[in-house]
Nanobody, 115 residues
């Protein structure tokens, strides 16, 4: 089993920044990748960014150049640094662990960007 806890969401003005955290516990060694998704009201959940166990990263076109995914192995935590935020970035952000046993989700953290 893998447990994920997100934090760092909040209310920010357009152009501002937030850093989300995803703290993992449990069978950490079984995780192949950590992904950040988001879901806005009335919309499907979409992939925002991912980082593999090897350190490779990938981003949605909508966030390239603005968001950065990183990890701190000592803290078992993955971060999503979000800069130049736009109202369209408003959503609940979830982290997802792709592990040998399957996929695991955190509870989500709300990000609201005001115009």
């Amino acid at each position: 089993q893998v447990q994920l806890v997100e934090s760092g969401g909040g209310l920010v003005q357009a152009g501002g920044s937030l850093r989300l955290s995803c703290a993992a516990s449990g069978r950490i060694f079984s995780i192949n990748a950590i992904l950040w998704y988001r879901q806005a009201p009335g919309k499907q959940r979409e992939l925002v960014a991912e980082i593999t166990s090897g350190g490779s990263t990938n981003y949605a076109d909508s966030v390239k150049g603005r968001f950065t995914i990183s990890r701190d192995n000592a803290k078992n935590t993955v971060y999503l640094q979000m800069n130049s935020l736009k109202p369209d970035d408003t959503a609940v952000y979830y982290c997802n662990a792709v592990a040998v046993m399957g996929g695991y989700w955190g509870q989500g953290t709300q990000v609201t960007v005001s115009s």
